[in-house]
């Protein structure tokens, strides 16, 4: 019988808040009630934001809650062959571009098309999709600005990948995305329209590191919140391009601020740190999110 692998993969560019906490037990949950193997990621690809000491923050409080993981961590920073040799394939593929347009043009492009236009289409996170323009780029066009040191990023064209497909893509939830999708689920990453996948300044994007990293240590059940939901559609295109297996998904609720706001690692009082240190103990921790006591009242432990 297979194992199943459970990963709990928080990215260090601030401290762990109730949230965290809530993801990171209920993986541990469903780990040790499944008989799984859990595993730890730091996802700490972006090297602008994040930080070793929010990292070394980041595990006190795990282990402080009564978590394991298997050793060693995987550390994304360690990792970035194995990132560009995926993105690699894709550009053999022909399936991502050089996109060369910098955020103001990108801004100026969208309100010159907006005049008198309906308006320019979002992604599901509410950002404008990227311009068309660059994928009419000449190929010669396109070397000669590389050649010349301009700064581009890597996209994928949505388009071409979705022609690739030889079937719709589906993947399967066992909780819930916005408005109650369970169960076999359509993933329609079009509304994405051409995401990253590399920048100048960050090797490779979430999206494309974190199908990467689930093929790779072998994830069969991906839990976590609710707001990746529809990226998932994005990362179903991308392991269907790449060839990789396909874990199910658990989308769970995210917990919200007394106003019904989403927890920010910016906001310090649902930090771990904080309520620890005004006495809360990780069973209080696992009451406040809605999780039953650990069994026998002792901490949790996963992975074991
Ligand atoms: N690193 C992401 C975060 O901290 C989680 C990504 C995932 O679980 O797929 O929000």
Known sequence: MTVPVFRFAPSPNGALHLGHAYSALLNADLCA????????RMEDIDTERCRPEYEVAILADLAWLGLS????????????????GALDRLIDAELVYPAFM????????????????????????????????????????????????????WRLDMRAALDRLSAPLEWMEDGGGPHGETGRVRAEPAAWGDVVLARKDSPASYNLCVVVD??????????????????????????????????????????LDADGRKLSKSRGDTALRALRAGGARPDDI??????PHAAGGAPLKSGE
Do not use: C, N
């Open 33 to 40: 009630a499944s008989g799984g193997r859990m595993l730890l």
């Open 102 to 153: 910098s955020r103001g043009e990108v801004r100026a492009f969208i309100a010159d098309a907006e005049i008198g236009h309906k308006p320019w289409p979002r992604d599901p996170d509410g950002a404008p999709v990227y311009p068309p323009s660059d994928k009419t780029l000449s190929l010669r066009e396109r070397q000669r600005r590389m050649a010349d040191g301009q700064a581009f990023s």
């Open 286 to 291: 696992r009451r406040m999110v809605g999780l």
């Open 214 to 255: 689930d093929a790779i240590q072998g994830v069969s059940h991906v839990v976590r919140g609710r707001d990746l939901f529809y990226a998932t559609a994005v990362h179903r295109l991308l392991q269907d391009l790449l060839g990789l297996p396909v874990p199910a998904y658990l989308h769970h609720e995210l917990v």
């Open 69 to 84: 993981w298997e050793e060693p961590m995987r550390r994304q920073s360690d990792h970035f062959p194995d990132y560009r």
